[in-house]
C-alpha cells in the first residue's frame, strides 16, 4: 500500500531556497509517477511539478519552470523538489501525490493516493 509524506517546508525569505522531500513507505516505489501540487489560501490546488517512474518524464508548470527542479530517488523510495529563488506567491501546502498510470501527469484527478501536505511560506 502506498503511503506518502511529504517533509522539507519551512519559512524562507525571498530569494532563497528550500528542498521537498516525499517520501513513500511502500513496496512499490519504483513503479510510480509521482506529482507535486500546492494549495494557497483562498486558492485551489495546482500542479507544481511531476515526474514519470522512470525520471524519464518530467513537467512543470510555468510558473516554476527554471526554479524548480524535481528528482526520483528509488533507493530512497523518495522524491525531490528542489525550490530555488522562491517569491510570496510560492507560499502554499505543498502536496505529493502518486499514481500507478500517468507519467508525468499535470492532472490532479489523475493521481489517487495523497500525502498530507507541508507548508511553504515565503517572506518578502
Known amino acids: 500500500q502506498v503511503q506518502l509524506l511529504e517533509s522539507g517546508g519551512g519559512l524562507v525569505q525571498t530569494g532563497g531556497s528550500l528542498r521537498l522531500s516525499c517520501k513513500d513507505s511502500g513496496r512499490t516505489f519504483r513503479s510510480l509517477n509521482i506529482g507535486w501540487f500546492r494549495q494557497a489560501p483562498g486558492k485551489e490546488r495546482e500542479f507544481v511539478a511531476a515526474?514519470?517512474?522512470?525520471?524519464?518524464?518530467?513537467n512543470y508548470a510555468n510558473s516554476v519552470q527554471g526554479r524548480f527542479f524535481i528528482s526520483k530517488v528509488n533507493d530512497k523510495n523518495t522524491v525531490f523538489l528542489q525550490m530555488n529563488s522562491l517569491k510570496p506567491e510560492d507560499t502554499a501546502v505543498y502536496y505529493c501525490?502518486?499514481?500507478?498510470?500517468?507519467?508525468?501527469?499535470?492532472?490532479?484527478?489523475?493521481?489517487?493516493?495523497w500525502g498530507p501536505g507541508t507548508q511553504v511560506t515565503v517572506s518578502s
Open positions: 501525490a502518486s499514481t500507478g498510470y500517468f507519467a508525468g501527469s499535470i492532472w490532479e484527478s489523475e493521481y489517487d493516493t
Open positions: 515526474i514519470g517512474w522512470s525520471g524519464a518524464t518530467i
